[in-house]
């Protein structure tokens, strides 16, 4: 009786002397809530809140490289575009808007420039494509195939100097604009902040933090006390949780009042999943950081471990853009499972039923990595 009061006597005061260390550093308020906030709030816009579509065009008239007389295209600037107002001493410019009550508002700007600096303009991304006039052959576009904005932005382009932009969206009453709630990019950037914010928490706060300390003495300094080593991890998940709770709450409160986004599925899976997924990635942790007391080392695992997830896992894009072959993979890594998940009850509506097996298969995985941890875990 005696011992297990000490226990949790034990406990209490470990958890407080974690909580105060984590809160007692700024740091901590701007890169666990402040920059997730901000990522959602500059991507969302730049990805979400378009009135109208921008296609930058390069034309290219009278080069000794790209030869042609270059009427065609000038009649076709004058006659279609009309002149954009820019600073003195810019390239001549002109614009051309096609409204399109189902597919949106698309807007062309035409910037003159020569050949070499249409190429350097496009490979900072600042150009989608560049014209040219052929000879006896009217216009001639430049634009990288493999670059699906480039090749719709040709399209559409193409058909308006043929005189058909109404065709290039196919025939209107085969179209259907799609209004379903979470198919926006928003919808699918949020669950990934999450994830990420987690993963990154957990494997920087515990790994990285517990590698500091050892390499500063601090930790041996505590095998003289009675406490237990399990105790002390638990307790240090435990913190670590909380503020993953918190800054998960407080991203979702930010994003629900800005893009007005909801979850479609069940709160209690969604609660059960999030939990599942720290107790993962605290798991992970404290493997990573159970013997080496080196922080250059130590930097290295938790980037090793990181790194492939982040970019592999679909955070801000899809990894189904990955090669077939590398799809089986990526789907096993911890992030992929508890991000896949989250997502289907963000905006595929899933419940307990859908989110059960990735739920037990992310706690299963941070218990296993847990007790090995906790079995090699040594103080210096």
């Keep these: 009786m005696t011992e297990s009061v000490l226990s949790r006597h034990q406990i209490c005061h470990l958890f407080a002397a974690h909580a105060r260390e984590v809160i007692r550093e700024p740091a901590v308020i701007f890169w666990?809530?402040?920059?997730?906030?901000?990522?959602?709030?500059?991507?969302?816009?730049?990805?979400t809140q378009q009135g109208e579509t921008v296609y930058r065009v390069g034309v290219v008239l009278g080069n000794?490289?790209?030869?042609?007389?270059?009427?065609?295209l000038e009649s076709f600037l004058d006659n279609r575009a009309g002149d954009l107002d820019l600073p003195e001493n810019h390239s001549p410019a002109w614009q051309m808007t096609l409204e399109d009550s189902q597919l949106g508002t698309t807007?062309?700007?035409?910037?003159?420039?020569?050949?070499?600096?249409?190429?350097?303009?496009?490979?900072?991304?600042?150009?989608?494509?560049?014209?040219?006039p052929v000879e006896n052959k009217g216009i001639q576009y430049h634009f990288d195939p493999r670059n699906p904005e480039a090749e719709l932005a040709y399209l559409k382009l193409s058909a308006a100097v043929q005189g058909r932009a109404e065709e290039s969206g196919g025939a209107r009453d085969q179209i259907s604009p799609l209004t379903v709630t979470g198919t926006r990019y928003i919808d699918f950037l949020v669950p990934g902040l999450i994830c990420m914010n987690v993963m990154m928490?957990?494997?920087?706060?515990?790994?990285?933090?517990?590698?500091?300390?050892?390499?500063?003495?601090?930790?041996?300094?505590?095998?003289?006390?009675?406490?237990?080593?399990?105790?002390?991890?638990?307790?240090?998940?435990?913190?670590?949780?909380?503020?993953?709770?918190?800054?998960?709450?407080?991203?979702?409160?930010?994003?629900?009042?800005?893009?007005?986004?909801?979850?479609?599925?069940?709160?209690?899976?969604?609660?059960?999943?999030?939990?599942?997924?720290?107790?993962?990635?605290?798991?992970?942790?404290?493997?990573?950081?159970?013997?080496?007391?080196?922080?250059?080392?130590?930097?290295?695992?938790?980037?090793?471990?990181?790194?492939?997830?982040a970019v592999l896992s679909g955070i801000f894009f899809s990894y189904h853009n990955f090669p077939d072959w590398s799809i089986d993979f990526i789907q096993m890594l911890p992030l992929t499972i508890f991000l896949d998940g989250l997502r289907a009850v963000f905006n595929e509506g899933a419940g307990f039923a859908q989110t059960a097996m990735p739920t037990v298969v992310l706690a299963a995985m941070g218990a296993v990595f847990f007790f090995l941890g906790l079995r090699i875990f040594k103080w210096h």
Excluded at 64 to 72: F, I, T
Excluded at 107 to 126: L, P, Y
Excluded at 217 to 235: D, E, I, N, Q, Y
Aim: aromatic share 10%; hydrophobic share 55%.
């Design 64 to 72: 000794a490289e790209v030869p042609g007389n270059g009427r065609g």
């Design 32 to 47: 666990g809530i402040v920059f997730p906030i901000l990522i959602s709030l500059g991507l969302g816009l730049a990805f």
């Design 107 to 132: 807007r062309f700007e035409f910037v003159r420039t020569d050949w070499q600096s249409a190429m350097v303009e496009i490979k900072r991304g600042k150009l989608n494509l560049v014209m040219s």
């Design 201 to 309: 928490s957990c494997m920087w706060g515990i790994s990285y933090g517990m590698i500091d300390k050892r390499s500063k003495k601090l930790l041996r300094r505590m095998v003289a006390t009675p406490m237990k080593k399990s105790h002390f991890l638990m307790t240090l998940m435990a913190v670590r949780i909380g503020m993953n709770l918190i800054e998960a709450v407080l991203l979702f409160v930010f994003v629900c009042i800005v893009f007005d986004i909801a979850v479609q599925g069940s709160i209690g899976a969604l609660a059960a999943l999030f939990f599942a997924g720290n107790i993962a990635f605290c798991g992970i942790a404290i493997f990573t950081c159970s013997r080496t007391a080196n922080t250059e080392v130590g930097n290295g695992l938790v980037n090793a471990v990181v790194m492939p997830m």
